[in-house]
């Protein structure tokens, strides 16, 4: 039994004594359709991914014991934790400039259906600014799943899909799980995802236990006849009492994951809460210089978290969290409510979808919320410039410019037609990122430099004949 070690007065407080389980007959074990529509913010995954990038990090330097947990990156890597000096080129395009890491939870082996994947969220670094964003993805949502499947389902069965497939002989790149996940929200979100972290429930109830149980103070009754039983077809309800309770991994798991009773607000609190508790916890084991310690957590998870972030590039990323600011992280669910972005679509079962018929409103949301550091420092003002007979196509590419997080403070029609896209810039060292991203964007190869632009106008893309039969191939944000 866990002691909470308590001051002078203070009574000692056994593990659980204000968690009761309660009685399975005072409820009518019944089937959990309905759920369909819950939100399912997992905030708990990013608590999770902090701790164990640090534990994997010091724990990989100190004892070489995370082999089973990291995996080859089939993808794209982050130029931001792959390169000391960052410059244009080391870019693709916009969204390059933040670290991108899915973060995928799994009910695991012991699950019913433990290869959907039960939570999907995108974290998002910005090494330049110090802050960092999260986006959660609905388990509903229905996208395109990529190749070599092809067709459309909910986004959790994607990761199965990949699973399931992985040997394949009709997957000759061996794309497995968490590869194919990354593909699919990279496309959605028109967006690259650099890296991936799988989690799954036995992984945080062991991180809890192996640091010997937290202690939180939970601030009113929590009472959930809702909480799903272990196969996922009924409830296990549990009530958890107001006050100080001692928590070893599971009963902190039932505390971050209740949803049904409560509301995404409580919820997100008591996930703050638990991440700050093993935060403090952490730091009363004095866990970085604790190399037993360390071993514990690594080995305890080793089966039940993968990555294919490799260790120089958690070393770096490590570095960057803990200068992060908690005011400076922000966080934003994909949702149906009134001002969401998604709609219900009933056809043929239960899906989320977007509400614009595209992806448009949702990638310019994502670029809103991970908005790329390099061209939030130049804040180049921007004035399109239509070089061609088609009529409104400046507007169309201020429109698509805006989604991307460009500053386009103008739009004009040439006098005459241009035949060739085009560049002039005012300072090409000043602005040289927001260049070399619209450069790539439209195919451009003629940057001409004028000192002498007028007004506030810093940047000038003059839109010319070739860009009809470029704009197929150009370079958009991957």
């Known amino acids: ?144 799943i990529p190749k070599p499947y092809g067709g459309y389902d909910k986004i959790n069965a994607v990761h199965s899909y990949g699973e399931q497939n992985k040997d394949s002989k009709n997957n000759k790149n061996n794309i497995d799980g968490p590869e194919l996940m990354k593909q699919a929200v990279s496309e959605i979100f028109d967006l690259p995802i650099h890296y991936f972290v799988r989690v799954d429930f036995e992984g945080f109830k062991k991180i809890v236990d192996a640091f010997g149980g937290i202690t939180v103070n939970v601030g009113k009754d929590l ?70 310690k360390i071993n514990q957590v690594v080995s305890a998870v080793g089966e039940h978290i993968k990555t294919d972030m490799q260790i120089k590039e958690m070393e770096r990323l490590a570095q960057i969290i803990k200068d992060i600011n908690g005011s400076n992280i922000i966080s934003y669910v994909l949702d149906n409510t009134a001002t969401g972005l998604l709609t219900n679509d009933n056809e043929g079962g239960y899906y989320l979808v977007p509400k614009d018929s595209s992806w448009n409103e949702i990638q310019k949301k994502v670029h809103e919320i991970f908005s790329d550091p390099y061209l939030r420092q130049e804040d180049a003002s921007i004035e399109v410039i ?23 403070v103008k739009t004009s029609t040439a006098d005459t037609a241009v035949s060739v896209s085009k560049l002039t810039v005012s300072d090409q060292d000043k602005y040289k990122f927001t260049v070399n991203y619209l450069k790539n964007r439209f195919g451009i190869t003629q940057i001409i430099e004028d000192n002498l632009m007028e007004g506030e106008i810093n940047v000038k893309v003059t839109i010319g004949k070739d860009y009809e039969s470029k704009k197929t191939t150009t370079s958009k944000a991957k």
């Open 223 to 292: 009472d959930d006849p809702f909480y799903p039983d272990e196969q996922l077809i009924g409830y296990d309800p549990f009530f958890i009492k107001a006050g100080v309770t001692k928590m070893d991994g599971d009963l902190a798991l039932r505390y971050v994951r209740s949803r049904q009773t409560t509301s995404d607000f409580d919820r997100a609190k008591r996930q703050q809460q638990v991440l700050q508790m093993l935060k403090e916890k952490a730091l009363s084991l004095n866990f970085l210089t604790n190399p037993q």
């Open 1 to 144: 039994m866990f002691i909470k070690k308590v001051k002078k007065g203070q009574t000692e407080i056994p593990l659980g004594q204000n968690a009761v389980k309660k009685s399975r007959q005072e409820f009518k074990k019944i089937d959990r359709p309905g759920l369909k529509k819950v939100k399912k913010r997992r905030f708990w995954f990013y608590s999770i991914f902090t701790l164990v990038i640090i534990s994997i990090f010091f724990g990989g330097k100190i004892l070489g014991a995370i082999n089973s947990i990291i995996v080859a990156n089939k993808g794209s890597i982050s130029p931001i934790l792959n390169s000391l000096k960052i410059t244009p080129n080391s870019l693709n395009g916009e969204g390059d400039g933040r670290i991108n890491i899915l973060i995928i939870g799994i009910g695991g082996k012991n699950h019913k259906g433990g290869m959907l994947a039960d939570m999907v969220m995108v974290l998002s670094v910005d090494s330049e600014n110090k802050e960092a964003a999260y986006i959660s993805i609905p388990r509903d949502l229905k996208v395109p």
């Open 386 to 408: 239509n070089g061609t007979n088609t009529n409104g196509l400046a507007a169309k590419i201020e429109t698509e410019l805006t989604k991307y997080g460009y500053k386009v």
